[in-house]
């Protein structure tokens, strides 16, 4: 017997009440904030990731789904959403619209890792981008965006952590006293850690094992390195998340696992909850990407959040999320007459838009009220022979238990009354 592949996951229709209030919630904030909507392919180039998450990344060194079409081209799996909508951004042109650009996004992301409760191999992602701006306000309303997300989603007890990981200009001289306070601690290092401690040291502040968690611990803080360009940026994002009444903590080992980040990085996640998987979103500024990608110089930043994860803390937190939908009607008949009273009753109730279903085959009248109660109907039309001799119908309110006999060329128009 086939199995869903280990790390995916079916979302069954008894789910579907806590996806499409994610998403649902997730859009409304969207446009709120003034994001336009983007859809950018499953997969692209491979080079595309290689050159914006990083190549010393674990997403492209050990995450990647890579396949080689029958052209020879190489092609990725999105790993992420940011560097197809900057792609997107540099092929279209869109710096000739007014800046910032903000779009939003909600897609299927595909990671290689070891899969746990919250950390799947496909996830989903809805995320945001906002690119053609500098001013810390926008990372400040990016990070409002997020919270206020959440907020309405119904989740307590969150955190946000902030960090600045600096640029181009002062990163240099940080990530070699992060290499001078590590090479110290050469010996009690992880394997991958030692690995990259000379290629990408900046990845060994958030190594989640045991060794290196105390080391990090005491390693130098980026925020004492920035230079006056960043150092003022993020002075006044503390300033604008003050007045905003958002309370963050700044924790220096918060550097992200993708490389293209500069200045600010923000995660969310619950409070007390240390695990990687437990973070339910975060995001940064990347100016530097979408020049990396052929573009101009364009300061830009953004934020995404896993919709499994909401999902998870909706559960966790027994937020009270309703019903999906569920059709309000459900026609029940007896015998053949009633049958096709049944079906032409059913098909007009649709017709007219109220959503409604009916039985097949030959069910007893019982089974096809439990039926009925199984869906949540409200009413259930009930046409049987003596019915369809009267040329009319029972409506049974399900709640009340409350029957009306009507005529059958009034039923329609009872039922979308009240
Ligand atoms: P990320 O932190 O790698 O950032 O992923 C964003 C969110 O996706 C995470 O906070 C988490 O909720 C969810 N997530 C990540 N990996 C998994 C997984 N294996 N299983 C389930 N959920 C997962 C980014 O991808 C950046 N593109 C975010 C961003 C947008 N930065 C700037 N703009």
Request: neutral net charge; contains cysteine; hydrophobic residues 35%.
């Amino acid at each position: 017997m086939y199995k869903a592949p280990r790390g995916t996951s079916d979302v069954l229709p008894e789910e579907q009440r806590y996806w499409e209030f994610a998403r649902r919630s997730a859009f409304a904030a969207a446009v709120t904030y003034g994001y336009r909507r983007i859809d950018t392919p499953t997969f692209e180039d491979a080079g595309l990731f290689a050159r914006s998450i990083g190549e010393q990344t674990d997403i492209v060194e050990k995450e990647v789904y890579t396949l080689e079409d029958r052209s020879g081209d190489k092609l990725t799996l999105r790993p992420e959403g940011t560097a197809s909508v900057c792609r997107a951004y540099v092929e279209h042109g869109m710096h000739t619209l007014p800046q910032p650009v903000k779009l939003y996004y909600e897609c299927a992301i595909f990671r290689y890792e070891r899969p746990q409760a919250g950390r799947y191999r496909e996830h989903h992602q809805f995320g945001i981008e906002a690119i053609g701006e500098q001013d810390a306000a926008a990372d400040a309303e990016v990070i409002d965006m997020a919270w206020q997300l959440y907020a309405a989603l119904g989740l307590k007890d969150l955190v946000l952590l902030l960090n600045s990981i600096g640029c181009r200009k002062c990163r240099p001289a940080y990530l070699e006293s992060l290499r001078l306070y590590y090479g110290g601690h050469r010996d009690r290092l992880c394997a991958d850690c030692r690995r990259r401690l000379e290629r990408n040291p900046l990845r060994l502040l958030d190594c989640k094992n045991d060794s290196c968690v105390p080391i990090a611990d005491g390693a130098p803080h980026s925020v004492e390195h920035l230079c006056e360009e960043c150092s003022a940026h993020f002075d006044k994002l503390r300033g604008y998340l003050d007045a905003l009444g958002l309370a963050f903590d700044v924790n220096h080992r918060l550097v992200r696992g993708l490389d293209y980040y500069t200045k600010t990085v923000f995660e969310i996640g619950p409070r007390g909850e240390g695990q990687a998987q437990a973070t339910i979103g975060g995001g940064g500024r990347y100016d530097d990407l979408v020049e990396q990608l052929g573009g101009r110089a364009t300061p830009a930043i953004g934020f995404a959040t896993g919709i499994e994860r909401i999902v998870l803390n909706l559960k966790k937190q027994h937020v009270d999320v309703a019903e999906a939908m569920s059709p309000a009607v459900y026609v029940a008949y007896q015998g053949e007459a009633g049958k096709n009273e049944a079906i032409r009753l059913t098909a007009m109730l649709r017709r007219s838009g109220c959503a409604a279903v009916s039985a097949f085959g030959e069910r007893r009248l019982k089974a096809q009220l439990r039926h009925a109660d199984s869906f949540g109907a409200r009413r259930v039309v009930i046409i049987g022979d003596s019915e369809v001799e009267d040329g009319a119908a029972l409506i049974k309110d399900m709640k009340t238990g409350e029957q009306q006999k009507v005529r059958l060329d009034e039923v329609a128009e009872r039922l979308n009354r009240s």
